[in-house]
């Protein structure tokens, strides 16, 4: 029962233990699936789960019989445009990060805009070529077919065939990241992007914004730069870079430089006026046409020897298969593509899914993502997922849904069999810098440092260490090896965790930490201790050890002198030199000698089982002072709470390390109570026999407050009730408003306070 009093509460209620409770409010033997019973439901078919599987399967049968043709169509058309201008201009640019002919980037940016369509649940995101993963692709056909190099020479023929193999390993690459990712989309495990934390995916991303940036060097300057791909890579590029910076274009370096400032102002301007604009300003697009125009009227590539985009080749090229002899080869690169590109993805997705009220499956993201990679691969493509610029156009300029992405797909095909050759004079570093400047955003993710910081310092140094670990090996190396820090910091964590001891706030029902209040009160004689985190193999040592130093002694210790104690008192006792007296035990021998040292070495075993005074014919006081001396440390507490009400799980290892514990405090005579745990665990429990004579399943209560009072009332004789108040007493309590126990039963208010 429940009384509200302002704004208090009055419960009246018993004191449960949890066996109590279960059997008073009759608690249900509920049947828990089994693997077998989700495998049936799994195989099962009907008419209804097959309409909801392919319903699933083809999101675009569930919202294009709902498009609204009058009111979304011209929305659509014209932000499909806009992203498709854009989607031409960055699988151009991102074309050089993966160092492939330009006019493979328009495929990247065309076919897996068609599939999405089909099966993709997001609404706004435009798929096409994304820098991070452009640059992974890039490491891969460095590595697979590196350039040769400057000083033997080169002719049309042999470029021609090395641009036909680095095309053949994007390919490769691009095809078996979407298998996997089809793969891990149809085993419904897209819930694998949850071990990628945002401080981790922004440290990363920002870090291959760093890759991304020393690789666009050698377009900008434009210097024969080899190709790294192992450890330390970005570190000997940079070497290379500035062993040869005497050999510079200056044309491109300006031309690079002026088209970097006009791209960071305009960006900002669309930044800062957004709520007026009524759509961004497309500098890109500006920037291209202008600085196209101006390379072929000045004859840039003959006068000043720039490097251009070249010839164009209209019309799209038939698809290839792709190599599967260097799978083994790839299979970690395609991988971490898989999962970043998925991620990626997955986040833009979710935030529009958000903002505009649909729903997403992060599983079936994972199949288009996969199928679009494999059909842009077959096409002489290379891996996409999302450009974080490219989808805020789409949404920005009123795209609605997929069909805006089909129109940006038609202008990508315009590109590709019309007007691709128009863009033959524009220069490389025109396109790297344009590349660059969209990457401002991430750049800017390095003030996530400060914030991190300030709010949890394992996120800001899961953030720091991806930034090192992905600048020093690499990309995929780097982020294999921050996913295994992340995990390891999650480990440190419940390996170490902050327990501490509870003590009773304001003589209620709320108990907290004992050093974050002032006014506390603890129980004489009991110790409340909680441990936040689940206890397994790694961490029951550390718990038996914050353990005993909140209750400031170790009772196997205890256990053992007070078994060495008895086999002296017995043996006293034996011999007649031992003699009992109402003022206490009298030894009449003071000859008798100390066997510490044969009973720590020979008996140890022994002296950690229950103590047996049962052949003594008197009772023991630990907590008196015995004979001869016989130093054995007194124990003042009597009850031992322990607060599980955050451990979620325990393991077989902890289980009996826990067993071990709880059973060295029964031994001395301390009992031992466990609040909070859930019904599972107190059912896992039971299914591996943890209960025996000497740790009972009675320990478990439902609150810390039930076991206070339980170990009150078990102990009230030390409480300051009169006795006829103690003969009236029941085991049903109320909390007081005023801070108090009282017997609910009582007509005058008997209050038990602490």
């Not at 009123?398 to 033959?424: C, D, H, M, P, R």
């Not at 070495?601 to 014919?617: C, F, G, R, S, V």
């Not at 451990?647 to 301390?670: A, C, P, Y």
Request: aromatic share 10%; with cysteine.
């Amino acid at each position: 029962m429940i009384e509200p009093i302002g704004n208090q509460y009055v419960v009246a209620r018993p004191v449960y233990s949890a066996n109590v409770f279960e059997e008073e409010h009759k608690k249900l033997l509920r049947h828990h699936k089994t693997f077998l019973d989700h495998l049936k439901m799994c195989c099962s078919c009907s008419a209804q789960k097959a309409k909801r599987i392919a319903l699933s399967l083809f999101p675009i049968a569930s919202w294009l019989p709902e498009y609204r043709l009058k009111e979304w169509l011209l929305s659509d058309i014209v932000s499909g445009i806009s992203t498709g201008l854009v989607a031409v201009l960055q699988g151009l640019g991102l074309s050089l990060l993966v160092t492939v002919p330009p006019r493979n980037g328009l495929y990247a940016a065309f076919f897996p805009v068609l599939t999405y369509f089909f099966l993709g649940t997001s609404k706004h995101i435009s798929v096409g070529p994304f820098p991070v993963l452009s640059v992974m692709i890039g490491a891969v056909v460095g590595r697979l077919a590196p350039d040769p190099d400057p000083s033997m020479g080169s002719s049309a023929g042999n470029d021609t065939l090395l641009d036909e193999r680095k095309i053949m390993v994007a390919a490769s690459v691009t095809v078996l990241s979407g298998i996997i990712q089809l793969a891990l989309g149809v085993l419904r495990i897209g819930f694998a992007v949850i071990y990628l934390s945002e401080s981790l995916i922004s440290g990363f991303t920002t870090a291959a914004t760093i890759h991304i940036f020393v690789s666009q060097l050698k377009f900008i300057l434009q210097l024969n730069v080899p190709a790294y791909a192992d450890p330390l890579s970005i570190f000997k590029a940079l070497e290379s870079v500035f062993t040869q910076i005497e050999k510079t274009n200056i044309a491109d370096l300006v031309t690079s430089l002026i088209v970097l400032v006009i791209v960071f102002v305009f960006k900002e301007i669309n930044q800062r006026y957004k709520a007026k604009l009524p759509f961004p300003i497309p500098i890109e697009i500006i920037l291209t046409v202008i600085a196209t125009g101006i390379s072929y009227g000045f004859n840039f590539e003959t006068r000043f020897n720039v490097s251009v985009i070249g010839d164009m080749k209209q019309g799209l090229e038939a698809p290839i298969t792709p190599d599967a002899s260097i799978f083994r080869d790839i299979i970690g690169d395609s991988f971490s593509i898989a999962i970043i590109g998925f991620v990626i993805a997955f986040s833009v997705a979710r935030v529009y899914s958000l903002k505009y009220d649909y729903p997403i499956d992060g599983s079936q993201e994972l199949i288009a993502l996969g199928v679009s990679n494999v059909f842009a691969g077959a096409f002489r493509g290379f891996a996409g997922s999302t450009a974080l610029s490219r989808s805020a156009v789409q949404e920005s300029t009123g795209g609605k849904t997929q069909i805006a992405g089909i129109v940006s797909a038609v202008i990508v095909l315009i590109a590709v069999l019309a007007i691709g050759f128009l863009l033959e004079p524009l220069q490389k570093s025109v396109l790297s810098a344009l590349a660059l400047g969209n990457l401002k955003g991430m750049l800017m993710q390095f003030a996530e440092i400060r914030r991190l910081w300030r709010k949890d310092k394992y996120d800001c140094l899961i953030w720091i260490v991806t930034f090192i670990l992905t600048i020093v090996l690499g990309l995929a190396l780097g982020l294999a090896a921050s996913v295994a820090f992340e995990l390891l910091t999650i480990v440190f964590r419940t390996q170490f965790p902050k327990c501490s001891t509870l003590a009773n706030v304001g003589r209620s029902n709320i108990y907290k930490n004992k050093k974050d209040y002032s006014e506390m009160y603890e129980p004489e004689g009991v110790k409340i201790f909680r441990c936040p985190s689940p206890i397994y193999f790694a961490n029951i040592g550390f718990f038996k050890q914050k353990l005993t130093d909140a209750v400031g002694f170790s009772p196997l210790r205890i256990l053992r002198k007070r078994n060495k104690a008895v086999k002296k008192l017995r043996k006293l006792q034996k011999q007649g030199l031992l003699q009992l007296t109402p003022k206490g035990f009298i030894c009449t021998d003071d000859g008798f000698k100390d066997l510490d040292e044969e009973l720590d070495n020979n008996q140890i075993e022994e002296l950690d089982q229950p103590i047996n005074t049962a052949d003594l014919p008197f009772q023991i006081d630990w907590n008196a002072d015995l004979p001869l001396n016989i130093a054995v440390p007194k124990v003042s507490l009597h009850s031992l709470i322990l607060d599980f009400s955050a451990v979620t799980f325990l393991d077989v290892s902890s289980m009996r390390g826990l067993k071990t514990i709880l059973q060295e405090f029964v031994r001395i005579n301390v009992d031992v109570y466990i609040v909070g745990a859930d019904d599972d665990l107190i059912e896992k429990l039971t299914r591996c026999q943890f209960f025996d004579a000497e740790v009972k399943d009675s320990m478990f209560f439902l609150t810390i407050h039930d076991a206070v009072l339980h170990v009150v009332m078990k102990n009230h004789s030390t409480s300051k009730l009169s006795s006829s108040q103690e003969k009236d007493m029941r085991f049903d309590f109320t909390i007081n408003t005023n801070g108090g126990l009282r017997n609910r039963d009582c007509s005058v208010p008997i209050e038990t306070k602490f």
